[in-house]
């Protein structure tokens, strides 16, 4: 279901961001320079960013990826920014830093599924790389966000958990009774996911496909069942007492909570 934005009158940027493959750079150049020249006819931000392909698996198969550090950066424009991520072929992305290259294939997720919920993305072939246009302008002024309890709001690359289409009322009423509703969740990992408003601090206001966090909105995250890591694109921590975890997949902590063993 889509909702009509309401009550936010905040202005905030457009970007398009390109992911293509080095390998595919010559075959890409006329439809990555159609998407820079629609965007700068409309002042929007472009972006590009390289997969390379990559061994994830010790029998030699290969996935184009996106760095951690490009997936993180991202994942993060997603909330300050209205974004389409367009590419023209499968793209992975790395949910643990720490795993070693060739066997990365189970922490894999695809590029659609790491930033889904929090933009538009569309496959797009060469021939036709703009035929996204209407569909991305039309998301741009709809709201696909119930609020702050909406799982949606989530970084679901970090909070861990079995998940349908959240686009569907009845998916969203489905992870709740599993993972828990409103204020309070608890993830796979046994981590409790809880919001604190009272204690809202930090970050500025963000924003998830058109509707307006609180300014600092976060989780307090604590672990049910003895220390546990929590990992995003980039970072591997371990949690002893509790850490923050903002939606934009921030994290922050202070050394008698948690510990950060990556990087």
């Given amino acids: 279901m889509r909702f009509v934005r309401s009550g936010s009158k905040r202005s905030v940027p457009t970007d398009i961001w390109v992911i293509f493959s080095k390998n595919r750079r010559p075959e890409t150049a006329a439809a990555r320079s159609a998407i820079r020249s629609l965007c700068r006819s409309r002042n929007w931000d472009f972006q ?3 997969s390379r392909e990559m061994a994830v698996a010790p029998t ?16 993060r424009r997603l909330h300050v920014a209205r974004v389409g991520v367009i590419w023209f072929g499968p793209v992975f992305v790395c949910v643990d830093p720490t795993v070693q290259e060739r066997y990365r294939e189970r922490v894999l997720c695809s590029l659609e599924t790491f930033v889904r919920y929090k933009s538009f993305c569309r496959y797009v072939s060469l021939e036709n790389p703009t035929e996204w246009l209407a569909d991305f302008e039309q998301w741009c002024h709809a709201c696909e966000c119930e609020g702050e309890h909406d799982p949606r709001c989530l970084p679901l690359h970090v909070f861990r958990a079995s998940q349908g289409d959240l686009d569907l009322a009845s998916e969203r009423g489905l992870f709740a009774r599993r993972y828990g509703a409103g204020s309070v969740r608890v993830d796979e990992e046994r981590m409790e996911w809880r919001l604190l408003p009272r204690i809202f601090h930090g970050q500025g206001g963000t924003q998830i496909a058109g509707y307006d966090l609180r300014p600092g909105l976060h989780w307090d995250v604590r672990p049910l069942s003895g220390p546990t890591r929590i990992m995003t694109t980039t970072e591997v921590w371990l949690v002893y007492a509790h850490i923050n975890v903002y939606p934009n997949a921030n994290l922050r902590s202070k050394p008698r909570n948690s510990k950060k063993l990556f990087p």
């Fill in 48 to 50: 590009e960013r390289l």
């Fill in 60 to 75: 030699g198969r290969k996935r184009n990826m996106i760095s951690g550090s490009d997936a993180s950066e991202l994942y």
